[in-house]
């Protein structure tokens, strides 16, 4: 029998929004996942203006999606604004898993599977959630200058373990995950994997027990491939606030803990880093 926080998976989720032709016509370099929840209509707005902005790496040709589930309660009431906004801008993504906080796994896994059946082609992939600040030109230049396979890279998390503790939003019971520590993973606020891990990870993923800390879930699948995380150097993803500075933030890829109406104050401003900020 399955624990209650343990997303249900494999099980063949349906989409309800779905983007399949968005790499008919291109081949993207980066797909950027962006994890939302289904009414956060702003959110979504202020990324695509400022760092989910598809043009904002000249040259670099970047495919945004948003990742969102079911609301549990307002579903039915949020479906028709979603269509409207995804008929608007063609970048929203929906399965039919409830959006929770413990289902968040399945967001990643659906990411994983549209790239996979989809995007195949591209370069690279991104993850991200909704409360960070992004500088993709920035890792576009620093940290994906060369084809890659089975790379991944973020802030990475090693000697780790699940927190017992039910007290925990990222309580995870023993059922669910035995082990005292964790493979070594990636921070879900944001990482980067070589596209051709996608596949593989969706794949392995069909045959593992999910976990719902989808950040340590991906470690293990990749344990379970055989493919190691690769670290990046200090201050380059922050999991901790740090103020804004804008020849600091020049030379980061991740933020975690900004909201969107800091985004829209600090972006226009930031602009002005790739002419005024030595690299
Ligand atoms: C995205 O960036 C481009 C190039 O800087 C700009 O022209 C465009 O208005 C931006 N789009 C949005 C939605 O802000
Ligand atoms: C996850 O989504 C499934 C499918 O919608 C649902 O049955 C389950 O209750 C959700 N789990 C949690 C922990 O919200
Ligand atoms: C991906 O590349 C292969 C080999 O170049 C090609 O046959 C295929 O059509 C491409 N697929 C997509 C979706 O672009
Ligand atoms: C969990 O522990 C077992 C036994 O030590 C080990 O074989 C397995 O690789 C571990 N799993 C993970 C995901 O670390």
């Known amino acids: 029998t399955r624990?209650?926080?343990?997303p249900p998976?494999?099980?063949p989720y349906r989409f309800l929004l779905n983007e399949p032709h968005k790499c008919r016509d291109r081949t993207p370099f980066l797909v950027l996942l962006v994890v939302t929840e289904p009414g956060d209509?702003?959110?979504r707005n202020v990324i695509r203006q400022t760092w989910g902005n598809e043009s904002s790496v000249p040259g670099v040709s970047i495919l945004r999606l948003f990742?969102?589930?079911v609301h549990p309660v307002f579903g039915p009431a949020l479906r028709s604004v979603l269509e409207e906004?995804?008929?608007l801008h063609h970048d929203i993504i929906q399965q039919d898993f409830?959006?929770?906080y413990n289902n968040?796994?399945?967001?990643?896994?659906m990411g994983m599977e549209w790239v996979s059946k989809h995007c195949p082609n591209a370069?690279?992939?991104?993850k991200a959630d909704r409360d960070v600040f992004l500088n993709l030109g920035y890792l576009v230049r620093r940290f994906l200058t060369k084809p890659k396979k089975n790379f991944m890279t973020g802030y990475v998390y090693r000697n780790t373990g699940p927190l017992r503790s039910k007290a925990y939003k990222w309580y995870v019971p023993r059922e669910i995950y035995p082990n005292n520590t964790y493979p070594p993973y990636c921070g879900g606020p944001g990482y980067v994997l070589s596209a051709d891990l996608a596949p593989k990870i969706y794949g392995v993923a069909q045959i593992l027990p999910v976990i719902n800390m989808e950040d340590s879930f991906v470690g293990i699948c990749l344990h379970a491939l055989g493919v190691g995380v690769t670290g990046s150097p200090w201050g380059v993803f922050n999991m901790y606030r740090i103020e804004y500075e804008k020849c600091r933030f020049s030379r980061l890829v991740m933020v975690h803990h900004f909201q969107p109406q800091e985004l829209l104050k600090i972006w226009p401003h930031f602009q002005e880093a790739k002419v005024m900020c030595h690299r």
């Open 104 to 109: 968040l796994t399945l967001k990643t896994l």
């Open 98 to 100: 409830f959006d929770t």
């Open 41 to 43: 209509t702003v959110g």
């Open 3 to 6: 624990h209650p926080l343990q």
């Open 9 to 11: 998976y494999p099980h």
């Open 123 to 126: 370069s690279y992939v991104m």
């Open 85 to 87: 906004e995804s008929l």
């Open 67 to 69: 990742l969102v589930g």
